[in-house]
C-alpha cells in the first residue's frame, strides 16, 4: 500500500506497480494505520491456476471508511465501483454492511485491483475473498450474531426500563438508558444501521456513533451519581461530575460540527477518564464503607474500562487490528451489565428487607420481568434454530436450480443402497444430461443457459414426487434422478415421460424461444452384498453416453442379460414381440 496525501496518484501507476512510489507492505494480517486521514491505495494480485473461470467476492470488511473506491482495468481513471459510509448504501453492488466487489477471474490469468480508501476514523482495511457461497454463509451468521449481542445489550436495558417503571428507582432508569444508549453505539459500529437505518442518509454514519457515545455517557454519569449516592459525598466530587456530565453534553452538541475522528476520539479519552474516576470513588466506598454494591460497580466498570482501551488501542493502531479485538468492546459491555444488573439487583433485595409490603410487590415485578425476558430468550432461541435449519436446508440444495446438490445425491445414495440391500427391492438411477447445451450458452449467453437448467429442474420436479424419489445436480449440466422400489421397465417409462415433457416444453427467456432436448440413461438393481453402488451409477453414465452418441434426445436402459451388458431404448424395451 502507498500514502497518497495529496490525492493526485493516478490509478494507473498502482495497477502497474509504479516503484517511484513509496511503496510499504504490511507486516499484520490486517493494515492498521490507526486515524490517519490521507488517501491510501492498496494493491491486490490475485491468480486463477485453475482451467475454469473462477467467481470470487473481495470483501473489506471494515463498514465504518467513508470511500472505498475499487479500481480493476488498467489504463481507466474511472473507478470499477465506489462505495463507503458516506455514500448511499445504493453504490454497493453486494447487499452487505462491508464492501463487496464481485470478480471474474479468467483461467490461468491474473488479476490486479487497486483499491483507494479515505476515511476520517481508523484505518483499518481487513480484506478477504470469497466464494459465493461461502460468503452468504459467513454474511447471514456475521448478521446473525451482531444482532444476537445487540439484541442481548437492548434486552437487558428494556428489562431495567421495566423495573425502572414499576419501582420508581432512577438507579434502573438511568442504567436502563444507558444500555439502549449503549446497544445504538455497538450497532453503529457494526454498520448494520448504513444499511436498514439511514441506507439513503449517509451522513448519519459519521455522526451516528459519537453522538450515541456522548449521549450515551451522559446516563453513565447520571447512574454513577444515582447508584453511589452522591449527594451524601463532599460537594467536590458532586461538582467533578456535574461537569462530567456538562461535557459529555458540549460532546453531543460538537459532534454534529466537529470531524468526526475528532469528536469519536474526545469522547472516548472523556469516558475513560470518567470510568476511571468512578473506579477509583467505587474502591473508595467499598474499603472505607464495606459496600458490596461498590465492590460489584468497581469490578464492573474496570472491565468496561478494560475493553474501551483494549478497543482504542486498536483503533489508533497501538494493537493490531483482529475480530477478537473489536469483540473487547461489546464483550466487555455486556461483562459489565451483567455484574451490575447483579448489583441492582443486589440493591433492591436491601430495599425489600427494609419494606415487606415493598418487597411482595417488587418481587412480582421482578418475576414478570424474568419470565418476559426468558420468553425474548426462547424466541430468539426458536428464530436462531430456524435460521440454522433453514442454513443446513440451503447447503443441501444446489444455489442456482434449487434441487439439490452433489454432496446431498452421495450421502443420501449411500443410505438408500444400504436400505435396499437389506430388502432387495429394486432401485434405479436416471443421468440426465441436456443436450447442446454449450450451443445454447454460445448463441445465447450464459444467463439463458442458467435459466435453460433451471427450466429443466422445474419440468422434472412435477414428475418426480414419490416419497424417496429425488432430483439432485451432479454436475454441469448433468442430473441424477433416483427412484426407489423401481426396476429397469418402470425407471424407462418415467425417463421417457420426462423426455417428452421437456421436448413439449422449450424455453421462452428474454423474448427468446429455446427448444430443449434431453438424453437419458437408465440403470436398475436390486442390491444384494456382491453388488456396488458406484456400479450402478457407471452403468446409468454409460447408458446416458450411449444415447447422445445414438442422436440425443433418447432414453437408453442399461441392462445385464446372461452376464452380457447392453444397452436398449425405451421403444425397443417395448416393442410388441413378433407373433
Not at 448 to 459: A, R, T, Y
Amino acid at each position: 500500500f502507498v500514502a497518497d496525501p495529496e490525492a493526485r496518484i493516478a490509478p494507473q501507476r498502482i495497477l502497474s506497480l509504479d516503484h517511484r512510489l513509496d511503496w510499504q507492505y504490511s507486516r499484520q494480517a490486517i493494515p492498521n494505520l490507526g486515524f490517519d486521514h490521507r488517501p491510501h491505495w492498496f494493491r491486490l494480485k490475485f491468480t486463477n491456476p485453475t482451467d475454469q473461470p473462477l467467481v470470487r467476492y473481495l470483501s473489506v470488511e471494515q463498514p465504518l471508511l467513508d470511500e472505498v473506491d475499487f479500481y480493476l482495468a488498467p489504463g481507466t481513471t474511472h473507478p470499477e465501483a465506489t462505495m463507503g459510509d458516506q455514500r448511499s448504501f445504493s453504490h454497493r453492488l453486494i447487499e452487505s454492511r462491508d464492501f463487496v466487489l464481485p470478480l471474474v477471474l479468467a483461467p490461468h490469468d491474473t488479476l490486479t485491483v487497486a483499491i483507494r480508501i479515505r476515511t476520517e476514523g481508523s484505518l483499518q482495511v481487513p480484506v478477504k475473498l470469497w466464494q459465493p457461497r461461502a460468503f452468504e454463509r459467513h454474511h447471514q451468521l456475521d448478521t446473525a450474531l451482531n444482532l444476537l449481542l445487540i439484541g442481548m445489550i437492548l434486552s437487558l436495558g428494556l428489562f431495567s426500563l421495566m423495573i425502572s417503571a414499576s419501582s420508581r428507582q432512577l438507579s434502573y432508569l438511568w442504567w436502563g438508558l444507558h444500555l439502549v444508549g449503549y446497544s445504538t453505539v455497538v450497532s453503529s459500529l457494526s454498520g448494520l444501521p448504513a444499511q436498514w437505518a439511514w441506507a439513503d442518509v449517509p451522513l448519519w454514519n459519521n455522526l451516528a456513533t459519537p453522538l450515541f457515545l456522548a449521549l450515551t455517557n451522559m446516563t453513565s454519569v447520571l447512574f454513577t451519581a444515582s447508584f453511589l449516592r452522591l449527594q451524601r459525598l463532599p460537594r467536590r466530587l458532586q461538582l467533578l461530575y456535574r461537569v462530567f456530565l456538562v461535557s459529555f453534553a458540549i460532546l453531543a452538541v460538537g459532534s454534529l460540527v466537529l470531524p468526526a475522528h475528532l469528536a469519536l476520539q474526545s469522547t472516548m479519552m472523556l469516558a475513560i477518564i470518567e470510568t476511571l474516576c468512578s473506579v477509583s470513588l467505587g474502591v473508595l466506598l467499598w474499603y472505607r464503607l464495606d459496600e458490596s454494591m461498590a465492590r460489584i460497580y468497581s469490578v464492573a466498570r474496570l472491565a468496561f474500562m478494560l475493553g474501551t482501551l483494549v478497543y482504542m488501542s486498536s483503533k489508533i493502531g497501538m494493537l493490531p487490528s483482529s475480530p477478537l479485538v473489536d469483540l473487547f468492546l461489546p464483550l466487555s459491555l455486556v461483562v459489565e451489565s451483567l455484574l451490575l444488573s447483579m448489583a441492582l439487583t443486589n440493591q433492591i433485595r436491601i430495599h425489600k428487607e427494609e419494606s415487606l409490603q415493598s418487597q411482595q410487590d417488587l418481587l412480582r415485578i421482578q418475576q414478570k420481568a424474568n419470565m418476559q425476558l426468558e420468553m425474548t430468550v426462547l424466541e430468539r432461541t426458536r428464530a436462531l434454530q430456524e435460521a440454522n435449519q433453514q442454513l443446513q436446508d440451503m447447503a443441501r440444495r444446489d444455489g442456482l436450480t434449487g434441487v439439490f446438490n452433489r454432496a446431498y445425491f452421495d450421502q443420501t445414495f449411500a443410505q438408500e443402497w444400504k436400505r435396499a440391500s437389506r430388502t432387495h427391492h429394486p432401485i434405479a438411477l436416471l443421468l440426465m444430461d441436456a443436450d447442446f447445451f454449450k450451443q445454447i450458452n454460445d448463441q445465447h449467453g450464459h444467463q439463458v443457459g442458467d435459466e435453460c437448467l433451471k427450466h429443466l429442474c422445474g419440468v422434472v420436479g412435477p414428475i418426480i414426487h414419490r416419497a424417496g424419489d429425488f432430483v439432485a445436480r451432479y454436475g454441469g449440466e448433468e442430473f441424477v434422478i433416483f427412484l426407489t422400489h423401481t426396476d429397469l421397465s418402470g425407471a424407462l417409462i418415467v425417463a421417457e415421460r420426462i423426455r417428452r415433457q421437456v421436448a413439449k416444453q422449450p424455453l421462452d427467456a428474454q423474448g427468446k424461444v429455446v427448444p430443449l432436448s434431453v438424453s437419458i440413461g437408465v440403470a436398475s438393481v436390486r442390491p444384494y452384498s456382491h453388488s456396488s453402488a458406484q456400479a450402478l451409477i457407471e452403468s446409468a453414465d454409460q447408458a446416458c453416453y450411449h444415447a447422445k452418441r445414438t442422436g440425443r434426445n433418447r432414453v437408453v436402459g442399461y441392462r445385464n442379460e446372461g452376464g452380457k451388458p447392453g444397452f436398449v431404448s425405451h421403444d425397443e424395451f417395448f416393442q410388441p414381440s413378433a407373433p
